[in-house]
């Protein structure tokens, strides 16, 4: 039996938010590949699937073709750009030119958030010996 290949991750995540805005639209992936007006096929129902499923590396022609399929206010970045990951980029950029004082008092009137970005963990040097140090 042949090993089957693990999607690329960006290629999984458009084709996850394709398949939720045509659902959402009530659509059938038949009804996609048809395109936005009568005899403007542009792909088949296999080829969606496989963009929905991550298994298929679509054009940015493909894209905005599914996005003006989709008949709503989906437009071609909503497939490609996550947008609570594009938020949290901008947070965190936000959050590191803000002076120590307005971070304090956001802390007092919020209260501590949960940490955006992982901290590094230091490193803990072993002895020698290879041995762990002892917990206290």
Same mark, same amino acid.
């Given at each position: 039996?042949?090993?089957?290949?693990?999607?690329?991750?960006?290629?999984?995540?458009?084709?996850? +938010?394709?398949?939720?805005?045509?659902?959402?639209?009530?659509?059938?992936? $038949?009804?996609?590949? !048809?395109?936005?007006?009568?005899?403007?096929?542009?792909?088949?129902?296999?080829?969606?699937?496989?963009? !929905?499923?991550?298994?298929?590396?679509?054009?940015? !022609?493909?894209?905005?073709?599914?996005?003006?399929?989709?008949?709503?206010?989906? !437009?071609?970045?909503?497939?490609?750009?996550?947008?609570?990951?594009?938020?949290?980029?901008?947070?965190? =950029?936000?959050?590191?030119?803000?002076?120590? $004082?307005?971070?304090?008092?956001?802390?007092?009137?919020?209260?501590?958030?949960?940490?955006?970005?992982? +901290?590094?963990?230091?490193?803990?040097?072993? +002895? =020698?010996?290879?041995?762990?140090?002892?917990?206290?």
């Amino acid at each position: 039996m042949p090993r089957r290949v693990r999607p690329k991750k960006l290629f999984l995540t458009i084709g996850e +938010r394709l398949k939720a805005f045509r659902l959402a639209a009530g659509l059938t992936q $038949e009804e996609v590949a !048809e395109g936005h007006a009568p005899g403007e096929s542009f792909a088949n129902k296999g080829h969606i699937s496989s963009i !929905e499923h991550g298994l298929a590396n679509p054009t940015v !022609e493909t894209l905005q073709r599914i996005a003006e399929a989709l008949e709503g206010d989906v !437009e071609l970045v909503d497939l490609v750009i996550d947008p609570d990951e594009s938020l949290r980029h901008a947070v965190i =950029a936000l959050s590191r030119t803000l002076p120590d $004082e307005v971070l304090g008092e956001i802390l007092v009137k919020y209260g501590p958030v949960p940490e955006l970005v992982p +901290r590094k963990r230091k490193r803990t040097h072993h +002895r =020698a010996s290879g041995a762990r140090p002892k917990a206290r």
